[in-house]
């Protein structure tokens, strides 16, 4: 019977707040969705009727939607496994670019874009592998250069490539084997047209529904689908026995190994699954744009991904979506809003009057990348683990996180504790007070809180 | 014949500059275990100092450009330079790096692209988006050619190495026989350890940080001198080829940044000259990620086998 005593203690974590949980979080991303379906057709009458706020264009969300795809691709590889990738913007310049190959007139090949994508998918993921089994046994900050120079080196060979010559040395004969001046990639002028995704749907907008920047809300549906297929999947992945793996590595490569995971190819998989993920908005780009540059994968581009995954919370998914709308929010709209209707007029008069040329040409957006830079930092000292963690797994990749949490939670335990003693030294007070003092060590161990339940209590106390 | 030799004479003048600059990232490496990012920016406002003074002598002072100002701005601009680059890189170990001391490591290293970043955009904001001509200065009068003139040595070229081999050479004396560098060697093998043993260990970085921004700012004079350029994307393109040559020559060691910088000075020349200017780049990564792959300890190192 002691047993059927202990157990309806309320400790037991209760299944049905789990459930509500759930639900809310269900009900929170039904709506969302329904917003994010409906904004772009009701986008420009919410611009008329309320101008004073800065609505983000279809165009804009657009771009946020790619960027929260790159971060959630670059999370798998920097928020699960804990590899810093610098040049996470080569794999989407290779999905891009295998998208121009197989799509457009520069080589004659025009195939389906809904196939061209799982290609560019699969170029991206296989050179994901190719970058990654040579230089994963390397640390942090090595593999953060190499995968740095690996960025830089894609841009470079995608434009240098629109007009080559491979000669045989001058010692060898100097035959010509390509060229001359051969156009592999089309160079700085780039690969124009693509042919964007197409779906033969006849109705009031042609015989065919075309995903182009010519049509900003079909795109829009478009990238969204793909954000949430990323997004699910990322869910999949982090629960998945896969995902463990690539937290136990982050948390302790050497006891991970010893726990039998193979620790090689584990993170290979990081690699190439999250860069696969960049192949997916690569492929959407180019058909997008229906044209791309070598120079706009540069590593700008790198940088601006690693800020949204900082700024969201490394390793929460939920928190890397929003950091990429907020970043890319802020990037496009705020910034040249706040421009444009606050700060550059004054400034530039006051440049013009002091004759100061810097703020006469003051423009804000123009500042974009330094405001990134400034938050990076100051998110690095402040609030490593970003502005919507992982709850519970409050970024674990951080030891000041960790130890911050540690603390909280000791000192949950002491307040708990002390809680108990003064629960305790009240029960003593009543005792003396009826005065029963045999009973005083009777009642002491009921309502003294063993040390496990303390931990329980803590547990409780935070959001499960 | 004379291409081969010319190429190898701006090879190991272009490495000599790579050096100053590769020392930087080496220093602050061996004591912090750190990649400063923004240590190629701090040498970028480096050259960015050395075209506002140039232009501020020539154009206000009314000087003209002379062997006089070429004097002027390479001995007294030299320290002056130093001085403020050396007051940014320590000012930025303070304000990025220092609250950052115990977190992992990854922590400071991406305060440090932050701070990079800032860097470069002021230097965009300063210099604009395009490449800027530095007041010709430097006479480049030849002083030994080759009957062909298709090889040569400058003026411009003796002044590069009269000021990059007195600073390396006293760096090393630096470093080696003074209190102070025994410190920082001392710091750089275990930190806390050399704490305990009652060495200042925060003033040692700092002072590290000092003499790091000194050399990049020296090395940003020179590169504005000699290639009579400066862009806000020097520090990114710069920074790459000498913290390539850091780990070339086995990162943490002195000797080995400036015989790495020199080797890649080599390859960068040889590349411009025999191949094209616009794969000398691919090259360089090229080299680093091999070399790190198959010896991430670099040509001369001694204790970070397990570091890479």
């Not at chain 2, 050619?145 to 090393?172: I, Y």
């Amino acid at each position: 019977m002691t047993s059927a005593v202990r157990a309806p203690r309320p400790t037991i974590p209760n299944p049905f707040a789990g459930m509500d949980r759930r639900r809310r979080d269900l009900t929170i991303v039904a709506i969302l969705l329904v917003v994010a379906i409906v904004y772009p057709v009701g986008y420009r009458s919410l611009e008329a009727a309320l101008p004073f706020i800065p609505w983000p264009g279809t165009a804009v969300l657009i771009t946020c939607a790619t960027f929260a795809i790159l971060a959630l691709g670059l999370n798998i590889v920097m928020g699960f496994a804990g590899l810093l990738d610098l040049g996470y913007v080569a794999f989407y310049a290779i999905g891009a670019y295998t998208t121009a190959f197989l799509a457009s007139s520069h080589f004659g090949i025009h195939i389906s874009w809904w196939i061209v994508i799982w290609i560019a998918v699969a170029a991206a993921a296989v050179f994901g592998i190719l970058l990654g089994a040579p230089t994963l046994k390397l640390r942090g900050d090595y593999l953060a250069i190499v995968t740095l120079g690996f960025g830089e080196i894609v841009r470079i060979v995608f434009r240098n490539l629109g007009d080559f010559t491979l000669a045989l040395p001058a010692f060898l004969g100097g035959a010509i084997l390509v060229g001359p001046n051969a156009n592999l990639t089309g160079g700085n002028t780039g690969i124009n047209p693509i042919d964007p995704p197409t779906i033969p749907i006849p109705g009031p907008w042609g015989n065919q529904i075309v995903f182009s920047n010519q049509n900003a809300i079909a795109s829009w549906y478009l990238v969204l689908a793909l954000l949430v297929i990323t997004y699910v999947v990322c869910v999949r992945l982090r629960d998945s026995k896969l995902g463990r793996a690539w937290m136990a590595i982050r948390e302790d490569e050497t006891a991970a190994a010893a726990m039998g995971i193979n620790t090689v190819t584990t993170k290979l998989l990081a690699f190439s699954l999250g860069a696969s993920f960049s192949g997916f908005a690569g492929a959407f780009t180019g058909a997008y744009q229906t044209a791309i540059f070598a120079e706009t994968f540069n590593f700008n581009v790198s940088i601006l991904v690693v800020v949204i995954i900082i700024l969201g919370g490394i390793g929460s998914l939920r928190g890397v979506v929003i950091g990429a709308f907020a970043a890319q929010y802020v990037n496009q709209t705020l910034l040249a809003f706040l421009g444009t209707r606050i700060f550059n007029q004054p400034l530039n008069d006051l440049g013009d009057a002091t004759g100061i040329d810097l703020l006469s040409d003051f423009n804000l957006a123009t500042y974009n990348y330094l405001i990134f830079g400034v938050v990076l930092a100051i998110m690095m000292i402040r609030r490593p683990e970003g502005l919507f963690p992982d709850e519970g797994a409050k970024a674990e990749m951080h030891g000041i996180g960790v130890a911050a949490e540690v603390t909280a939670g000791s000192a949950e335990l002491l307040a708990a504790a002390e809680e108990a003693e003064a629960v305790a030294l009240e029960a003593a007070a009543i005792e003396e007070a009826t005065e029963i003092p045999d009973a005083l060590p009777d009642v002491l161990p009921d309502v003294l809180v063993e040390r496990g339940d303390v931990i329980d209590l803590a547990d409780e106390e935070k959001p499960s | 014949m004379e291409e081969l030799v010319r190429a190898l004479t701006i090879g190991l003048t272009n490495g000599l500059i790579i050096a100053l600059i590769a020392i930087g990232y080496t220093l602050v490496y061996g004591i912090l275990e750190l990649i400063n990012f923004a240590h190629a920016d701090v040498f970028m406002l480096g050259t960015a100092f050395t075209y506002f003074g140039t232009n501020f002598i020539v154009e206000s002072l009314g000087i003209p450009a002379s062997s006089i100002v070429a004097l002027l701005v390479t001995f007294i601009g030299l320290p002056v330079v130093m001085l403020l680059t050396a007051g940014i890189n320590a000012g930025i170990e303070r304000v990025a790096y220092r609250p950052l001391r115990n977190a992992p490591r990854l922590a400071p290293l991406i305060s440090a692209i932050g701070i990079s970043f800032v860097l470069q955009n002021i230097g965009l904001v300063i210099l604009g988006p395009s490449q800027l001509r530095v007041q010709d200065v430097l006479p480049t009068t030849r002083l030994v050619d080759l009957p062909s003139g298709a090889a040569w040595f400058g003026v411009d070229e003796l002044v590069v190495v009269l000021v990059t081999l007195p600073l390396l050479l006293g760096l090393r004396w630096f470093v080696g026989s003074t209190r102070q560098g025994k410190a920082m060697r001392a710091t750089a093998q275990d930190r806390d350890a050399s704490g305990l043993m009652g060495i200042d260990v925060n003033r040692t970085i700092s002072l590290t940080f000092l003499i790091a921004g000194a050399l990049a700012g020296a090395a940003g004079l020179i590169v504005a001198l000699y290639y009579r350029q400066t862009f806000f994307q020097y520090g990114f393109q710069f920074g790459l080829l000498s913290f390539t040559a850091a780990v070339l020559g086995g990162i943490g060691n002195l000797t080995g940044a400036t015989l790495g910088a020199l080797v890649l000075g080599l390859i960068a020349a040889l590349s411009d000259r025999f191949l094209e200017a616009k794969w000398t780049t691919v090259i360089v990564f090229g080299i680093l990620i091999l070399v790190l792959v198959f010896r991430p300890t670099g040509l001369m190192a001694e204790k970070q086998s397990e570091r890479a």
